[in-house]
């Protein structure tokens, strides 16, 4: 929908459905949004919140790292290897990530905070490696995804060896 089709529905809610749209659901690239705001449709004393879309959330994370890995195509990185190739930057870790990424948005819709934590838990789990383990953040218990967290525990219930 274009800029001037979500302002005219916003404008003539009141008079044909005497309903105040007070929720705007967009994709994340719409302009539509702050016309909107910025033509106050409904006055200054009524609020109209912009909501995301998680799966376009998604996308847009994943078009971007996409985007990052095909400008730096050929380059080498700080440690002499290239972003891409095995485990690196591949089509299928920016699909994984995107996945991880839209659970922890889903798993922590009440609280931005954990929402925050549980994806920076994906960057540090995902720049982990034996000799810097970064899963200090990484969810703990039998069910974990994590398996170095899993290692761990596995070592703790194991019994003492003589």
């Known amino acids: 929908m274009g800029v001037d089709g979500a ?3 916003f404008q003539r809610s009141v008079q044909r459905y005497d309903v105040r749209y007070t929720k705007y659901l967009e994709d994340g690239d719409s302009k539509a949004f ?3 705001v910025k033509n106050e449709v ?3 004393n009524c609020t109209i919140t912009k909501l995301e879309c998680i799966g376009h959330v998604m996308k847009r994370m994943g078009s971007r790292l996409r ?3 095909a400008k730096r195509r050929g380059q080498k990185l ?3 290897k290239a972003l891409c190739g095995k485990n690196r930057l591949t089509e299928a870790s920016i699909d994984q990530l995107q996945t991880y990424y839209g659970l922890a948005i889903r798993r922590n819709l009440s609280s ?3 929402m925050r934590q549980g994806i920076w838990v994906i960057f540090l789990h995902k720049i982990s490696t034996d000799e810097n383990p970064q899963h200090g953040f990484c969810p703990s218990g039998p069910d974990t995804w994590c398996r170095y967290k899993k290692a761990q525990l596995e070592k703790k219930s194991l019994p003492p060896q003589t």
Request: without cysteine; neutral net charge; proline residues 0%.
């Open 7 to 9: 302002l005219s529905i």
């Open 34 to 36: 702050h016309n909107i």
């Open 42 to 44: 409904y006055g200054d």
């Open 67 to 69: 985007r990052f890995k």
């Open 78 to 80: 700080s440690d002499g």
């Open 112 to 114: 931005v905070k954990d």
